[in-house]
């Protein structure tokens, strides 16, 4: 079945550049996405990018996607306090179904 | 738009007591699911909705739960009796099929059973 994976804790300086991974086993995904949850609140989504990508930047997001290693990371360019948050990678075969989450990495921003 | 709406926010509720969940889509949006986040096991799929239709309730813990959409825009998810370990935040989405781009998320409700 699906299974996505990624780290529970991630720690930086503001103004460093984060790097959240994330594995997932589903060869048929063709959407993956990161979303991002702000304490008390549901989930935003961030971006997306379709699985005949590379790469994907969105401002100070950028996404990397090795199809080969089913392997998929959020760079968070100069890092700012209201980054910290709990982000999710999630992935599925069609954006309108099933979407299957990761556990969260938990971005804490040090001042 | 005003987004996918949730109520109550909060609920507190005794061990045994049928509790009622309700989730308003954004209009037009024709998927519909409830997700239930915990701490343990993160977001887990409970039900989800096309066209009012459940297309896929495998993730429905026990028969104690029960979701409806009687229409485009409602649909409540209903446990009952519920326990102590059905304390967790649920929350609704809602989609399009011409968006692929993901869900839209409701604030959640935060349950807690004593």
């Known amino acids: 079945g699906e299974d996505v994976e990624q780290s529970l804790f991630l720690s930086v300086r503001e103004g460093d550049s984060s790097v959240i991974n994330c594995t997932y086993t589903d060869s048929s995904s063709t959407y993956l996405y990161w979303y991002k949850q702000e304490p008390g609140a549901g989930l935003q989504l961030l971006t997306y990018?379709?699985?005949?990508?590379d790469m994907k930047q969105d401002q100070r997001l950028t996404v990397l996607l090795n199809k080969k290693d089913k392997h998929l990371s959020l760079r968070i360019a100069d890092t700012q306090t209201g980054d910290s948050a709990i982000y999710f990678c999630a992935e599925s075969i069609r954006g309108y179904q099933k979407v299957t989450f990761g556990i969260g990495t938990k971005l804490q921003v040090i001042p | 738009d005003a987004g996918v709406i949730q109520s109550p926010r909060h609920e507190v509720t005794e061990m045994g007591q049928e509790v009622t969940l309700r989730c308003k889509p954004i209009?037009?949006?024709?998927?519909l699911f409830w997700y239930r986040q915990t701490m343990m096991r993160g977001l887990e799929l409970l039900i989800y909705?096309?066209?009012?239709?459940?297309?896929?309730d495998s993730g429905m813990p026990e028969d104690r739960f029960s979701a409806k959409m009687p229409n485009a825009s409602f649909s409540t998810l209903k446990i009952q009796p519920s326990e102590p370990r059905d304390s967790a935040v649920y929350f609704c989405?809602?989609?399009?099929?011409?968006?692929?781009?993901?869900?839209?998320f409701g604030s959640g409700t935060r349950l807690t059973v004593v």
């Open positions: 989405a809602s989609t399009m099929r011409e968006e692929n781009y993901g869900y839209t």
């Open positions: 990018i379709f699985s005949n990508m």
């Open positions: 209009s037009g949006h024709d998927y």
């Open positions: 909705f096309n066209n009012n239709v459940p297309i896929d």
